[in-house]
């Protein structure tokens, strides 16, 4: 693809040679004469004159001194992700039931499906048209699964769960368990029956080995646009809105409520029904107690969770501890000896 021809299907302008012919992309660092990258912060943008790259996806403000041939785009990391899926798309998918499935008599598959070995499909569910389901894969009784939908090897889904268009399930995923509901009765637990549903809106990707939990009574709700990083844990009757990101070994207790466009990092832990306003964020390691509010918009950090200017002065206001020990050791001394001298 040339770089004219790359510029408009991003619907950016372009400056250089824009007959260059381009076939891959590839890292600032390791692109050649043949490829292009981006440039997306100030570090890139010092490295770039550095870079072999045939052509760069660079911001609006950058300073071509060198005329290099560059393609100007108002979010260059994006318009870079979108030109990867242009440059290298996926192959053709496959369609058909492999032999050794199991598709129950009463499930319906769309057109175009593609059913792995081993797989199983239980009655009543409803598999969307050009939905994936890779080898091993378990999905229960009366699932819906959208259109476009991917489940990598064994992913297993539990009876009742409604998953909306293009989800992303990769392999390990565990959607639909039961929630952990126990009941102190006496001398022991008793099993509080977890009889609701998971229900997962579109465009949705759920890493490896995550798990999200039914309700105990009602749903567990994940929106449309949510990415859940490997080993993430949504207990029962959680709502997680929409275009929400977390990062890798978070767990959510039960009842917790996230709202849209919350960013929350890796290990961190949400106690009972807490609640992660809009476009808040928490950084990675956090502990957010239970019923806690997070504000929205804010940044959050550390354990019990507080906003990060606070957890920023405690940390200078430490920092300063050894400096003011000497000086309280000094004053000490001057003091005995002001002492010393009156005697």
Not at 163 to 192: K, P, Q
Not at 240 to 266: C, L, M, P, R
């Amino acid at each position: 693809m040339r770089v004219r021809e790359l510029a408009e299907w991003l619907g950016c302008t372009f400056e250089g040679d824009g007959e260059r012919e381009i076939a891959a992309a590839a890292s600032l660092e390791l692109a050649g004469a043949a490829q292009v990258s981006f440039v997306g912060n100030r570090k890139a943008a010092a490295q770039a004159s550095q870079s072999a790259a045939g052509c760069l996806i660079v911001p609006d403000g950058f300073e071509n001194a060198g005329a290099r041939t560059v393609i100007r785009a108002k979010d260059p990391r994006g318009a870079f992700a979108r030109a990867i899926n242009r440059l290298h798309p996926s192959p053709l998918p496959e369609t058909g039931v492999h032999p050794s499935a199991v598709i129950a008599p009463g499930a319906e598959l769309g057109a175009g499906v593609l059913i792995g070995p081993g797989a199983v499909i239980g009655e009543g569910s409803r598999i969307g048209g050009r939905a994936r389901i890779g080898p091993g894969c378990v999905v229960g009784r009366r699932v819906s699964l959208g259109e476009d939908s991917i489940l990598h090897a064994n992913v297993t889904i539990y009876d009742d769960v409604d998953i909306g268009l293009r989800a992303i399930l990769h392999s390990g995923c565990v959607i639909g368990a039961d929630g952990f509901g126990f009941v102190l009765t006496g001398d022991h637990y008793e099993r509080f029956p977890q009889v609701g549903r998971v229900t997962i809106g579109d465009d949705v990707e759920i890493g490896a080995n995550s798990c999200v939990d039914r309700a105990a009574l009602g749903v567990t709700w994940i929106g449309d646009g949510v990415k859940l990083d490997n080993m993430v844990h949504v207990g029962h009757n959680c709502r997680i809105g929409k275009h929400v990101v977390v990062a890798a070994q978070t767990g959510f207790s039960g009842g917790v409520i996230v709202e849209d466009y919350a960013v929350i990092g890796g290990q961190v832990g949400i106690g009972d029904k807490a609640r992660i306003e809009s476009r808040a964020v928490l950084g990675s390691g956090s502990g957010v107690l239970t019923s806690k509010i997070i504000r929205a918009g804010e940044v959050f950090w550390g354990t019990p969770a507080r906003p990060l200017k606070e957890i920023l002065e405690q940390l200078a206001n430490l920092a300063r501890l050894p400096a003011l020990r000497r000086e309280m050791a000094e004053l000490k001394a001057q003091v005995s000896r002001l002492s010393g001298e009156k005697k």
